[in-house]
Structures are given as C-alpha cells and as structure tokens.
C-alpha cells in the first residue's frame, strides 16, 4: 500500500511539473523578444503572453513544492534544478527563430494547453482545477493571437508563406510528444488529477488543422521521432536556456528584489 | 523592398461599464482585428478596460486648430447656457 501511495504521489508532482516546466520553459523563450519584436505592439503581445506562463508557471510550482513537501518553493523549482529533473515538452525549448515561428508555436502549444486546462478544470486536485480554471482564459488568448498570425502570414506573401511551412515542418514533429503515452500519463488519468495526453490528441488536432489549412500549410505525415522532453531528456537548447535562466539565482543565491 | 507603414488606429477605453470609452492612444495595425488585438495588449495590461473601441485614424476628421477663435471664442460670454442660473427643487440632486 505504502509503495503504491508513494508511486502515485510522485506521479502526481511530475504531472503538475510537466505542466508548471512547460509554461516556464515557454515563458522563458518568449521572454527573448522583449525589445526585439517586429513591431512594439507585437513586442508588447509577445511579452505579456511570455509573463501569462510564467505566472502559470509560478501558482504550478508553487503547488508542485507543496506537494514534494521538501520545503522548496516556485524559486527553488524554477531556478535550482539540474537539467533532467525539468519535465517540459521538448517543443517548448526550442529556439524562437523568427517571427513567424514563433507564432506557430505559440499556437500549437496554446490549442494544447486549451484542451489541458479544459480537462484539468474537474481534476481531483482542487489547486490544479483551480489553476486550470484561471489559466484556460489566458490560453484562449494566446491561441486566438498566434492563429491570426498564423494565418496572416501562411496565407502572405511567397517570403513568409515558405517560412511558415518551414517552421510547421520543423515544429510538427515535436507535437506527438503531447500525447505519448508514459507512466505518468496513466497514472494521473486513474487517480483523477488529469488527462492522459493520448486523450487530448483528436481535439487537438480538431482545432489547430482547421487553422493550417485556412493558412494554406500543408501538414506533415506523421513520424517515429519522438522527442521526450517531459521524461527529462531534453534537446541541446535546453542547457543553453536554463544557463541563462538560471545566471542570477546561482550567481546570487536567494537574491530577491 | 517597399516598406509601407501600416495605418494608424486611435484607441478608445471603457474603464468599466456605464462610463463613456476615452481616448488612450493609438497602434499601428493592418486591419481591425489586429488593431482590436494590439489595442488589448499594449492598453489594458494593468485592468484599464472592460471594451475597446478602436477606429481608423485617417476616418477620424478633426477641427481645424487655426479656426480656434471662430469655432470656440464666441462661446466665451455666453455664461448663461450654463443651467446654474435655475434654482431647482431640493429633491432634484445631481445636476
């Protein structure tokens, strides 16, 4: 009983932590175009969609060191952990690129966490359901934002139409890792507190093929790559981001201000 | 490559319902949608508003600041169009 307790309560902390590592890791990249955006409303948008997950991030980690009950808070989680304990998706680290890149992910990533706050807003966990239920109309924003500019620019000109595809190209394939199945997964789907992220892949895809094809974007096949991200096993960019992250609290530990 | 500045959109704020929407300022936005969009994102960020109006700059025709003193002098001695001259009733507050 005790060792199926203890299976439980650690598939329940990497549950949330997958969700709390993946809006920071966005957030942080995001967080790059503040004061090099195309245009200052656009800095702007991309900034405070970049400080949405991050203040996810913040009530997520939050709960998550509450229930670790090792006395670490959301600074401790965010900015002191070794790369392979981070439980982000691997789509979330990847590099900005342009633009239009950006936005295309911005949109994959939100369409998903629509569908992720939706479920998690009858979780077991009330923290979670909370969260959820605060966070959910952040997503709907963020998923309205970057469809526009996904159409505006797949739909463009020949320039940003061929960058659009390049970057679905490039980012499609990291996508099947918001449904593959883990431990985890399972887990966290029989005790209540969320979603399996299997079950979430034909809204998904409900929702975000309808806005690549009105951009004119063609769709990959899909293919056996994997990333695994929220395993712990993250891309080479991952080191370089959390290098950055990381500087101030490991320079200066416990600096606040 | 032609750079064309896109147009300029005048933002307009309610602050909360039942007040009138105010001028805030402006964003450049190719249609309305975006201008709505960057309007929401650069104006309400600190729970300025509850709407946004936004409305094309160059549709916006304005007084001519020369014509000041035929547009707007002559109605300097015409103190009586104020209603405080009337003495109203006590039960009439407000006005």
């Known amino acids: 009983m005790t060792t199926t307790a203890t299976a439980a309560d650690a598939a329940h902390l990497d549950y949330v932590l997958r969700i709390a590592d993946s809006a920071l890791i966005l957030g942080q990249r995001l967080a790059e175009w503040c004061g090099h955006g195309p245009v200052i409303e656009e800095d702007i948008a991309l900034t405070n969609t970049a400080l949405d997950l991050i203040g996810q991030a913040r009530l997520l980690l939050t709960h998550a060191g509450h229930l670790e009950g090792k006395g670490r808070g959301e600074d401790a989680l965010a900015f002191l952990r070794a790369e392979p304990e981070y439980r982000s998706l691997t789509i979330c680290e990847l590099p900005n690129e342009d633009f239009g890149r950006t936005c295309l992910r911005n949109c994959l990533f939100a369409a998903f966490q629509m569908q992720l706050w939706q479920a998690l807003a009858s979780s077991s966990d009330a923290q979670l359901a909370a969260i959820a239920g605060k966070s959910i109309k952040e997503a709907r924003y963020h998923l309205q934002h970057a469809s526009d500019w996904t159409v505006r620019l797949g739909d463009g000109t020949e320039e940003s139409h061929g960058r659009m595809q390049r970057a679905l190209d490039y980012l499609w394939p990291y996508t099947a890792e918001f449904f593959s199945p883990t431990a985890t997964d399972q887990q966290a789907e029989a005790a209540g507190i969320g979603p399996a992220g299997s079950s979430l892949a034909a809204a998904w895809e409900e929702s975000v093929v309808p806005v690549l094809e009105v951009a004119t974007l063609k769709v990959p096949a899909r293919t056996p790559f994997l990333s695994r991200g929220k395993e712990g096993r993250h891309s080479e960019h991952m080191g370089h981001l959390l290098a950055e992250m990381q500087y101030l609290q490991r320079a200066h530990p416990g600096g606040t201000w | ?95």
């Open chain 2, 1 to 95: 490559m032609e750079r064309k500045e896109w147009p300029l959109w005048e933002v307009f704020i309610r602050s909360k319902g039942g007040l009138d929407h105010k001028h805030c300022g402006s964003v450049h936005a190719p249609d309305a949608k975006m201008a709505l969009s960057s309007a929401r994102d650069v104006y309400t960020r600190r729970m300025e508003g509850v709407s946004i109006w936004v409305v094309r700059a160059d549709q916006i025709h304005a007084s001519d600041p020369d014509a000041k003193p035929e547009m707007f002098d002559p109605a300097e001695d015409k103190i009586y169009r104020h209603p405080t001259f009337y003495t109203l009733p006590d039960e009439v507050n407000h006005m």
